[in-house]
C-alpha cells in the first residue's frame, strides 16, 4: 500500500502561483508514474497532468498548459506541481495519484492522495 501526502495548497489571488508537493512518507516512490487530478464543486474530477517514473515524459491537460508545470525529484522523493497564472476556474481540491505506467496513472490509478484545498480569489 502507498500513501500519499498533498500539500501546499491555500488562498491566491488570481493572476497567483502555487506549488503542490505529492510525497509517500517512508516510501519510495521513484518507480510510479504520477499523476495530478483536481476537483473543483459541483464537477467531476479531472486529469491535471501527470510525469513518468522518470520525469522525462509530461502531458497536461489542455486547460493549464503553459501555466502548470509537473516536476519530480526522486531523490527527496517528491513530485510538485508548479501553478503559474492562476484563475478562479482553477479552484477545487487537488489529488495526486500514482501508477506504474503513464497510461494507469491517467486512467486508472492505483494509489490516491487524500487532496488539498485551492481557492482562487478573483
Known amino acids: 500500500q502507498l500513501q500519499l501526502v498533498e500539500s501546499g495548497g491555500g488562498l491566491v489571488q488570481a493572476g497567483g502561483s502555487l506549488r503542490l508537493s505529492c510525497s509517500a512518507p517512508g516510501r519510495t516512490f521513484s518507480m510510479y508514474a504520477i499523476g495530478w487530478f483536481r476537483q473543483a464543486p459541483g464537477k467531476e474530477r479531472e486529469l491535471v497532468g501527470r510525469?513518468?517514473?522518470?520525469?522525462?515524459?509530461?502531458h497536461y491537460a489542455p486547460s493549464v498548459k503553459g501555466r502548470f508545470t509537473i516536476s519530480r525529484d526522486n531523490a527527496k522523493n517528491t513530485v510538485y506541481l508548479q501553478m503559474n497564472r492562476l484563475e478562479p476556474e482553477d479552484t477545487g481540491v487537488y489529488y495526486c495519484a500514482a501508477g506504474g505506467e503513464v497510461e494507469t496513472v491517467q486512467r486508472r490509478p492505483d494509489y490516491w492522495g487524500q487532496g488539498t484545498q485551492v481557492t482562487v480569489s478573483s
Open positions: 510525469i513518468s517514473w522518470s520525469g522525462t515524459d509530461t
